[in-house]
């Protein structure tokens, strides 16, 4: 086990160095001056000199690269443009509410996908089974910017029952989490289902069976706990899912999340709050899939001789 | 026969927007950029059968217009993202060593942005417009290609035919392009029905917050964006262009479904 934390914590920081390595280069792809582009074409030139020399443009490639570096490695991503704020901050500040969307969703897509993946893997090819496997393309399919306004003109426009923006009690809630967490559902409920029915064919299942165990026992204990262990690693999958959706989410609901401060400072172009975003949001990805991989490799030992 | 059914739907339904999309300037009732200020937001009539957007325009004929956008950036990113992806993978998994090495780390870079995130950087500094977001999903799209291919060409390409072909004195190349490619092409096919269906919605998703067409392009996502500033006061705006991309990517995801199980028929067992 030990050899194979080292082995992913190497790959984990040859990874990190590629992103920051990427996240460095974007400003160097915007097509033209950066600082023109970020003060627009009336500022005057004291302005144009201070932020190129803040964001240390005035330098060359590789020193301008080795600063960037060292800033991150002590937690410091730059400058916010327009607040004059470190990016770290802004970042920190909105974080808390992408992660209250992002359990929210997760919680419903679990309430989801749990009983309907057990149904469906306990009567095969039955009703509910066709029903929740069309009900799945369906998730699939649906686009989470357009399931949120449908579910906003049902809701909140026509039932009048919940609220349509933005952060608050657990009322403000509900509808972003289920906008953001019903594909993980339709994805979840497969992957159970399909889990489920392979670990009933199982000998240790027929063998609690023939000791006479009740069968909602069976199921509980025996199998869906060994079922759900694959289904750990397409949940720390779907976490890249949901920071990306809560991008989407977030510019639905005006949720103050990390992906509505991306965009704000897309659209103003406040490119180190853009990079910063960015890097945050790669960084949190790279870590929760290593936790995953080595919770699977805790739990299943087997994966840790690959 | 739930799945071929289902496949044979989804079919259909693509050559319907498919049809609609080529014949757009024809068929479609009126000029998708046609604006009737004193008609805007009205719902559905006779005339305009699902209603008029917020500049008055034909929410039918945009939508039919939007076709054009959404269905050709789906086709033709896959193509360029698949053969950049499909040429890589046969390189790396056939010779293996530093290409191999430097594939896959550059892989496992890429795959450290999650879902749409370097789409959106890219098109963030690039620029918001068509050729951008081509860029940039092609830049994300080639990857899967890429992981797919190399797995195959590894479970492949120590069978006894390539060593035959090898044997016999056969060029690299040539055992790549005529002998690995067309036995590893079912789920390459797979694959790309699947990558269709991510990329009209990842198109949509860009383009729905503001990263893809420019404003006042006839595209789904756009309409969706636009919708979604009147939804208190005309919420039929959001409803048909959302409909039309759920329905294009279910016919993909079926369609792919299905392929996949006609050439793994293993696969339906579960």
Partial sequence: MLLY???????????????????????????GDPVDIMLGDHAIAADRKLLTENLGLNQPI??????????????????????????????????????????????????????????????????????????????????NFWLGPLLIILFSIQLDW????????????????????????AM??????????????????????????????????????NALIPVITIIGLQVGV????????????????????????????????????????????????????LTYAWVDPRVRLE | MFQSKWTYIGAVIIAVFALAAIFAPWLAPYNPYDMRLAEQLSLPTLEHFMGQDANGVDIFSRLMHGARISLSVGVIVVLISGTIGITMGLVSGYYGGWPDTILMRLVDILMAFPGLLLAIALVSV???????????????????????????????????????ARTSGQSDARIMVVHIFPNILSPVIVQATF?????????????????????GTPSWGAMLSEGKQVILEAPHVSIFPGLAIMLVVMAFNFLGDGLRDRFDPKSTIN
């Fill in chain 1, 5 to 31: 934390i080292i082995r992913r914590l190497l790959l984990l920081i040859f990874v990190l160095f590629g992103v920051v390595t990427l996240v460095f280069m974007l400003i160097h792809m915007i097509p």
């Fill in chain 1, 242 to 293: 949901l920071l990306s959706g809560a991008i989407i989410t977030e510019a639905i609901f005006d949720w103050p999340g990390l992906g509505s401060l991306l965009l704000d400072a897309i659209y103003s172009r406040n490119y180190p709050l853009v990079q910063g975003c960015i890097l945050f949001i790669a960084t949190i990805y790279v870590l929760v899939n290593l936790l995953t991989d």
């Fill in chain 1, 162 to 185: 919940l609220p349509i923006n933005e952060r608050g009690g657990i009322e403000h809630l509900i509808l972003p989490s289920i906008t953001l967490g019903t594909a993980m559902a």
């Fill in chain 1, 62 to 143: 590789h020193l301008q690269y080795a600063s960037y570096m060292a800033g991150i490695l002590r937690g410091n991503l730059g400058i916010s443009i327009h607040s004059k704020r470190p990016v770290t901050d802004e970042i920190l500040e909105r974080f808390p509410a992408s992660v209250e969307l992002m359990f929210g969703a997760m919680v419903v897509a679990l309430i989801m996908a749990l009983p309907l993946g057990i149904i469906s893997a306990l009567k095969p090819y039955g009703i509910i089974d066709n029903s929740s496997m069309l009900i799945s393309f369906l998730g699939i399919s649906i686009p």
């Fill in chain 1, 188 to 225: 979840l409920s497969r992957m159970i289902r399909a889990s489920l029915l392979e670990v009933l064919n199982e000998e240790y299942v027929r063998n609690a069976r023939a000791k006479g165990l009740p069968e909602r026992k069976v199921i509980l204990k025996h199998a869906l706990r």
């Fill in chain 2, 126 to 164: 690039l620029g918001p417009n068509i050729l951008n977001v081509v860029i940039a999903l092609t830049v994300l799209g080639w990857v899967s290609f890429a992981r797919l291919v190399r797995g195959q060409v590894l479970s492949v390409k120590e069978r006894e035919y390539i060593q035959a």
């Fill in chain 2, 195 to 215: 990558s269709v269906a991510g990329v009209i919605i990842a198109e949509s998703s860009l383009s729905f917050l503001g990263l893809g067409a420019p404003p």
